[in-house]
């Protein structure tokens, strides 16, 4: 997990070009969901406590990353359960502190790493991955914009066919997106089929959300045109978060997202004081580690 803790300031040459800033979609996710958010996750880099949705997302995420080493008459339901533990310990190797959500009352390892079978229960339902050979996983991509715009981030899967039609496929440990709330999770889809369009020059065929909370799988066909929408996005979405830097200005947007915020009790819409801006102001994406952000929000 080394790799992805890695950091790209403003100014860093990438092929002798400098590099206006740096954007993954979860990043501009955060900033078009709230900005504070974005701000005190980006800039000020607080810690946040470890979720068991987060971290089960991590553990079935490893899980998944590994089972496509193994021959594929091994890719079983009772295999993957069965390497449910040492992904568990290759986390906690990685992150220690999150040793520490099982240690109160309350709290039931046992339990919960049944709840992480039981999302790879859930996977199995929905693909046999017996008869799934991917080209790439958890792979890093990255592309930077005519704008000097860096896009970057991790793809759980992408499938390569014969004809080299490409399917772009993301897990999700949580459950499908109501009706009418898809955008968030197509977006980050969207911006992966951007990177991989502007590097290989190939629009990926299919986009693939697998939901294993609810088993749901949510499939887009993306154009040129949408691909080409998604890129003025994410640049406008750049332009605002400079905006925003630049008048030091990052304001609370109260919503449905707020009951899942770590960040309370420094947000002026709960009453609370967000901490003093840090100098220089300096807007880092660091690019996360596959499954561990903030878990997927109910429907």
């Known amino acids: 997990m080394e790799e992805t803790s890695a950091r790209l300031r403003i100014g860093t040459p990438v092929d002798g070009v400098k590099v206006l800033g740096s954007l993954s979609p979860s990043r501009a996710g955060d900033f078009r969901t709230c900005p504070l958010m974005f701000r005190l996750r980006t800039i000020d880099r607080l810690p946040e406590e470890p979720s068991p949705d987060a971290l089960r997302g991590t553990v079935v995420h490893k899980v998944l990353e590994d089972l496509f080493d193994l021959p594929a008459a091994e890719r079983t339901p009772e295999r993957g359960e069965a390497m449910v533990q040492d992904a568990w310990e290759f986390v906690l190797d990685a992150e ?3 040793a520490t959500l099982f240690a109160g009352e309350g709290t039931d390892i046992v339990a919960w790493l049944s709840s992480c079978r039981e999302s790879l229960r859930g996977y199995f339902a929905l693909e046999d991955p017996r008869r799934l050979e991917p080209a790439e996983r958890e792979l890093y991509v990255e592309t930077l914009l005519d704008s ?3 896009l970057r981030g991790f793809v759980d899967r992408i499938d390569v066919a014969q004809d080299g039609a490409i399917r772009v496929v993301d897990y999700k440990t949580g459950r499908s997106p109501a009706v009418g709330f898809e955008g ?3 977006f980050q889809m969207r911006f992966y089929a951007l990177v ?3 590097t290989r020059g190939v629009v990926p065929t299919l986009l693939q959300l697998i939901y294993l909370g609810d088993g749901q799988v949510v499939t887009y066909q993306p154009d040129e045109d949408d691909l080409r929408f998604t890129e003025r996005l994410v640049e406008a979405v750049w332009q605002a978060i400079e905006a ?3 008048a030091r200005d990052w304001q609370p947007n109260p919503g449905w997202a707020c009951r899942w915020c770590s ?5 002026p819409a709960f009453g609370n004081e967000p901490p003093p801006l840090p100098e220089p102001v300096v807007v880092e994406d660091p690019v996360s580690v596959p499954g561990s952000g903030p878990p997927d929000l109910p429907s």
């Open 148 to 150: 000097r715009l860096l």
């Open 184 to 186: 968030k999770a197509l």
């Open 196 to 198: 991989i369009w502007r």
């Open 244 to 246: 925003a830097r630049a």
């Open 263 to 267: 960040f309370q009790s420094l947000c």
């Open 96 to 98: 220690p502190e999150a």
